[in-house]
């Protein structure tokens, strides 16, 4: 698929200029950095309070939807000058080959620094890239075969890599607290004890995940295994993973944020239009705008992720030259489904994977299909298009048969929970002023705090979680992915199917799921992953216990 992509067609191959003109923090303002990056929970409690009671008192900028498959948010309109859809080439994100194998497992080696690409035509934009990508590298690895990956932060802030669907350790996971600083490093441990699946990392920074994942920390890390290599799926260059996300760009086609501090390293949050969620007017696909993929009349292999901070996406075919393929899902966030699933559409809430074939055998050069979301508005409803040029041998298969899903039995449950995420009115906290009735984004009626455990579970056991919402929330939970079992007491949706790690919860809906923790003890935690409801403390800490 890579061919005739040209020098857009690699991420990795652009020019990237690294430039890093802020200050480096040293001696006593390094030290302040560090303290403030610990962002007292008061200080965001009150931010959060103040801009979600705005929202509430003012309506300004915000439409407010109570159910439906949206997660909302206020959209920045882009002042720059925009490419036509379906010009420029698509791309493929680089893969990272490991500085070095061992006994140990495959070692990476990931400089998270600041970088110059151009992503609109004709304009240079500053990003925060994983050795200096946006999207990262791809980390290509074996089921059972240990990553070891250390990542250097040359960044003028603190940061933090969470491996995304990862069966993770406490002390790799990714903790929000757990600050590579400055000029630092820190080695994460990936045992890769879990099936293949697609994966993603990103930045899990406490309180500023939003900004950082904005800028362009984020990318793919992608599972193998045997089970799948016999099956005949498309590979090399037909397996293609796709990040989604939506961005905005000032006159100068530099990234628009509306952070309260444009720095991001004092004060947290966003202003309040935008408490609900940020959402960009450009699709970007692998850091691309509305791109166009020149393809063979072949199968391929589609790994979708939702790396947009709070857009929700219904993904579609649409072929002007003839019946447009469906979707053939294959696999969902923890790995391959049990068997094919044939799709119209795709609902992929933020966080969220999909892993498809799309069959273009019997289509002939010169025809076109268009992927378009049917949950945008404006030129958010255009994603990309795949233009057939060429006819190739292809061996590949859709077998019948996928992988062997255990299937939760209800008599195994040993508790059940109630979580319920909502905006509510803040509690009072020790030396917090203002408005007593301000609102803010909680689980179970408590904003998230770093030394309180909210759960405590234990190894090996079953249990059922009821979630229900009065906002829109995509829910994502650490260590082990979970089977969705119910939606208001019906069916799960078919987008339900197989092992979940991120599910989107509409508001007034109850859902029902089945988790079960293995492998190791410590504190992980479960969220949103609408990442500005996440840094406005919509997070709770979960314990494993033996």
């Not at 757990?178 to 820190?186: A, L, N």
């Not at 939003?210 to 090399?236: C, M, N």
Request: aromatic share 8%.
């Amino acid at each position: 698929m890579a061919e005739g992509l040209g020098e857009r067609g690699r991420v990795g191959s652009g020019e990237s200029l690294g430039i890093d003109t802020a200050p480096q923090p040293t001696g006593a303002s390094r030290h302040r950095l560090r303290s403030e990056s610990m962002i007292p929970r008061r200080r965001l409690l009150r931010t959060a309070a103040l801009g979600v009671g705005a929202i509430a008192a003012t309506g300004a900028g915000i439409t407010w939807q109570l159910s439906g498959p949206r997660t909302l948010g206020a959209t920045i309109r882009s002042a720059a000058r925009l490419p036509e859809p379906f010009i420029l080439p698509g791309a493929v994100p680089s893969t990272l080959a490991p500085e070095r194998v061992d006994a140990a497992g495959d070692h990476y080696r990931i400089v998270q620094r600041r970088a110059v690409r151009e992503i609109l035509p004709g304009y240079r934009t500053e990003i925060w890239g994983y050795n200096g990508e946006f999207p990262g590298p791809t980390i290509r690895a074996r089921s059972g075969r240990p990553a070891l990956v250390t990542h250097r932060n040359e960044l003028a802030v603190p940061t933090v890599a969470h491996l995304h669907g990862g069966h993770t350790p406490a002390e790799s996971d990714g903790y929000p607290t757990d600050y590579v600083h400055p000029s630092q490093e820190r080695l994460y441990t990936y045992p890769h004890q879990q099936a293949a699946a697609t994966l993603w990392y990103h930045d899990h920074r406490m309180d500023f995940s939003g900004p950082s994942v904005w800028r362009g920390l984020a990318g793919f890390h992608l599972i193998g295994d045997e089970e799948e290599d016999g099956l005949g799926l498309p590979s090399g260059e037909r397996d293609l993973p796709l990040l989604l996300c939506d961005r905005a760009f000032d006159a100068a086609g530099q990234l628009v944020y509306p952070a309260v501090d444009p720095t991001a390293q004092h004060s947290p949050g966003v202003t309040g239009d935008y408490m609900q969620g940020v959402q960009g007017d450009v699709v970007l696909v692998n850091g691309v705008p509305w791109p166009r993929y020149d393809v063979a009349s072949v199968r391929y292999r589609l790994r979708w992720l939702n790396g947009s901070n709070a857009r929700v996406y219904r993904l579609r075919f649409d072929g002007p030259h003839r019946t447009a393929p469906g979707f053939v899902q294959i696999g969902s966030d923890g790995g391959l489904l049990d068997a094919p699933q044939h799709l119209d559409a795709l609902d992929m809430a933020p966080g969220e994977r999909v892993d498809t074939i799309v069959d273009l055998t019997g289509y002939r050069p010169g025809d076109e299909v268009t992927v378009v979301n049917d949950l945008g508005e404006g030129r958010t409803v255009e994603v990309l298009r795949l233009r057939v040029t060429r006819t190739e041998p292809d061996t590949s298969r859709i077998p019948d048969h996928l992988a062997r899903i255990e299937r939760f039995d209800p008599k195994s449950a040993v508790r059940r929970r109630d979580l319920h995420f909502h905006m509510g009115e803040m509690p009072q906290m020790t030396g917090m002023s203002g408005d007593s009735e301000a609102k803010g984004w909680l689980i179970d009626d408590r904003p998230f705090d770093p030394d309180r455990t909210d759960l405590t579970v234990r190894l090996g056991e079953w249990e059922i979680w009821r979630l229900t919402a009065n906002f829109n929330h995509p829910v994502h939970v650490h260590l082990n992915p979970f089977q969705v079992l119910s939606r208001n007491g019906r069916e799960p949706l078919p987008s339900d199917r197989g092992w979940k790690d991120t599910v989107h919860l509409p508001a007034g809906q109850a859902l029902e799921l089945a988790i079960r923790f293995t492998g190791y003890t410590g504190r992980f935690m479960l969220h949103c992953h609408n990442l500005e409801h996440e840094d406005m403390a919509m997070m709770a800490n979960l314990a494993v216990t033996q």
